[in-house]
Every structure is written in structure tokens, then in C-alpha cells.
């Protein structure tokens, strides 16, 4: 079996600039068609630029990067620099987070729709050299002339979207969006309301690629190994259970389990104990874990759901991101 496939490096991984260069590198010599850089307390954005210097390929860009977090104009002079260096390569995923991450680095709640749509305009208004400047309800830019124009004035910009307004949206607006959390059919359903959205809104709905960050573990021989990969796929959950979304993501507004108990014990500061409370059906519905050829039959279920571009995002077991065993694992199995 094999698909075309990304890799999402997360920028938490403790990885320095230079190892998550590699790590891409890797990636695109084991036939992996988009290398992204998943932000969390680090720069997503900075951390194109080691991706970027040691592949030649592979599409590259944020998956997703914070947009509440740095000024529009700022991030389009960002993208432009990034696009030359990669050769015209760079994807700038966009996306506004939420209000449990945002509020740790002191940004009040601001309307996410209003203000993503607005700042996607932003960017492709400095991008494209625009002598009109931007003047919406959240943001205000006038003419802002970069040092070289950009390799690409239409570079690609794709925004995250868990509900169906910002679905929606981006149907409307992006050239693609950036799923994430969801099982197969989950997206599958995402898939279907983006592109009706770009039809209702006079576009090929073919033109705006649907990504799903899938996070993955592939196991080590065993059954110890299945077990730890298993563990692992558990652990994972707790960095998102006080997501405004999750609820509904993880299956508990629709009678499954309650993760009530796990959001309590990271509220008291213990993720491990949140992790042995978590139940495995929550961890499976949207972590691929197992042998290699099983966490890929599990991706291509997202494939035949609607997906166009599966992006593995190996979760940590044991501090150990498994970047190389995941990327060796899959060599041979994937198509730039």
C-alpha cells in the first residue's frame, strides 16, 4: 500500500533547529510529499527556515501556526522570506487556536471567524503588493512594500477548522484547510462541508485541498510493543481535553465516554493520571497506532473518506517522538 503523505514535526518535540532539519530531510528522501512544523510553545513559523535549508522537494509550511499570536503583515513578511528560501515551497497554515491556549499567553478572547478572515485578507493583501492597503473591522494595514516581491504573490494559505462555521470558511476563502482531531468519517463529514461551502461560493471545490493531521505510533514487535504504542495513543488525549471542541470531537456529546474524570486530573496539574483515566476507544477514534502497515491502512481510511493529504503526527512514548522510527517505517510506503 501506498499514498502520498505528510509529516507534521511538532515544535515542542524538544528537537533543536538542526534535528528538526533532519528530521525533514528524512522525511522527503523516504518519499513524504509535505514536511509541516506543528506549533505549540515554540515558532512554528521560525522553524520552516531548517526545514526549508535541508530539502529540496517537499512542499513545507505550518500545520498550523498561532495567527493570534503575531501581527498579519508581520506573518505575509514572514511567509514571503520563507517562500524565497524554499524555492516557492512554503504552505502558510493558519489558525486561531483557542481560548484555553491563548489566554497562557495573555490574548483575550477576540471573535475567530471575523478575525481569520480578516487577517487571511491582510496577507494576501501584502503579498500581493496591494497600494490600497486593508481596512476591516479587526485589522488596518496600509501599503506595505517587502524588500523583493514574493517567489509566489497566490502562495498557498490554509486555515485550521474543527467546527462547521470555520469549515465553511475556509471552503470560502482558503486554498486549504488543515483538519485535525477527527476519525475518518468525522472528516470525511469536515471534507464534504468545506467543498459545498466552495461550490456555494462560486469555486472549484477541488481547488481547496483538505489536509487531516493524523497522529500516529507505530508500534515496536510484540505484544509489548503494541501495548506501549497503545499507551501512547492514550497519552496523547490529555494535551486536548480542555479544548472547547472536544466534547464533540471525542465522541461525548453523542453518548460515548466521558473524559470528565481526565480533564479533572489535568486541571490539578497530572497528565499522567489523566492519561490512565483516559478510555482506549477515545485514543483510537482519531490516533493511528500498531505496525506500520496497520497505522497506514488506518490513514487510508481518511483517504477514502476525503482527505487529500494525510499528515502523520507521531505522538511521544516515553520521550521519544518515534520521528525516525515512524519515518523508517513507512520509507517505500509513501508517494511524493
Not at 91 to 114: D, H, K, S, W
Request: proline residues 7%.
Amino acid at each position: 500500500m501506498t499514498m502520498p503523505l505528510g509529516l507534521s514535526i511538532a515544535s515542542h518535540s524538544g528537537l533543536p533547529p538542526a534535528g528538526v532539519g533532519a528530521v525533514a530531510q528524512a522525511a522527503e528522501l523516504a518519499g513524504f510529499g509535505a514536511v509541516f512544523v506543528a506549533e505549540g510553545h515554540g515558532d512554528a513559523l521560525a522553524l520552516c527556515h531548517p526545514v526549508a535549508a535541508a530539502t529540496r522537494q517537499v512542499r513545507i509550511g505550518t500545520a498550523i501556526t498561532n495567527a493570534a499570536l503575531r501581527p498579519p503583515v508581520l506573518a505575509a513578511k514572514t511567509a514571503a522570506q520563507l517562500d524565497h528560501a524554499s524555492g516557492g515551497r512554503l504552505v502558510l497554515g493558519l489558525g486561531v487556536a483557542n481560548t484555553v491556549m491563548n489566554a497562557r499567553f495573555g490574548i483575550e478572547p477576540f471573535p475567530p471567524l471575523t478575525m481569520i478572515e480578516e487577517y487571511t485578507a491582510v496577507v494576501r493583501s501584502v503579498l500581493g503588493g496591494s497600494t490600497g492597503g486593508y481596512r476591516g473591522r479587526v485589522f488596518r494595514a496600509g501599503m506595505v512594500p517587502l524588500d523583493s516581491p514574493p517567489v509566489r504573490a497566490d502562495l498557498p494559505v490554509y486555515l485550521a477548522a474543527l467546527g462547521p462555521r470555520m469549515l465553511e470558511l475556509a471552503g470560502r476563502i482558503a486554498d486549504g484547510v488543515i483538519l485535525n482531531l477527527m476519525t475518518p468519517a468525522q472528516a470525511g463529514e469536515a471534507a464534504r462541508t468545506v467543498r459545498a461551502a466552495a461550490l456555494a461560493a462560486g469555486r472549484d471545490p477541488a481547488s481547496v485541498e483538505v489536509a487531516c493531521v493524523v497522529h500516529c505510533r507505530v508500534a515496536d514487535d510484540g505484544a509489548d510493543g503494541r501495548a506501549a504504542a497503545a499507551a501512547a495513543a492514550r497519552g496523547i488525549v490529555p494535551s486536548y481535553v480542555l479544548h472547547p471542541a472536544a466534547p464533540r470531537l471525542f465522541g461525548e456529546l453523542d453518548g460515548g465516554p466521558s473524559l470528565r474524570a481526565a480533564r479533572e486530573r489535568v486541571l490539578a496539574g497530572d497528565r499522567a493520571g489523566a492519561a490512565a483515566l483516559v478510555p482506549q476507544q477515545v485514543a483510537d477514534g482519531f490516533v493511528a497506532h500498531g505496525s506500520a502497515d496497520e497505522v497506514l491502512e488506518r490513514v487510508a481510511q481518511y483517504q477514502a473518506a476525503g482527505v487529500d493529504l494525510p499528515v502523520l503526527f507521531p505522538v511521544p512514548a516515553g520521550g521519544d517522538w518515534g520521528y525516525e522510527k515512524t519515518i523508517a517505517a513507512l520509507a517505500g510506503k509513501v508517494l511524493r
